[in-house]
Nanobody
């Protein structure tokens, strides 16, 4: 069973940056599309950024476009989320999720399509 572990969260001031990592174990990530999701207190979990198996297809929700970048290094079995110009509205627990697929260019924005989830990492943006 694929295991995912997020890291890199923390407390940052508005305008600051963080890089989240999603590291896989037990299986390699090279057949999994990955999504980053976040959940703020009292709100539903929402999709943030998505990347295909091959890394050539990515998608970000509108509110983070131009600020967040998703990338992957299959040799290191890790997916990254670079977050710049962070705002208080970005405060949430961030989760990465994996879905096995044979489609190297596919992404999956629907959280219901993901099988494997990490435990989450807290991101707090506050002055």
């Amino acid at each position: 069973q694929l295991q995912l572990v997020e890291s890199g969260g923390g407390l940052v001031q508005p305008g600051g940056s963080l890089r989240l990592s999603c590291a896989a174990s037990r299986f390699t990530l090279d057949s999994y599309a990955i999504g980053w999701f976040r959940q703020a207190p009292g709100k539903e979990r929402e999709g943030v950024s998505f990347i295909s198996v091959g890394g050539g297809t990515t998608h970000h929700r509108d509110s983070v476009k131009g600020r967040f970048t998703i990338s992957r290094d299959n040799a290191k079995n890790t997916v990254y989320l670079q977050m710049n110009s962070l705002q208080p509205d970005d405060t949430a627990v961030y989760y990465c999720a994996g879905r096995q697929t044979t489609g190297r260019t596919l992404i999956f924005p629907d959280r219901r399509l993901y099988t494997y989830w990490g435990q989450g990492t807290q991101v707090t943006v506050s002055s």
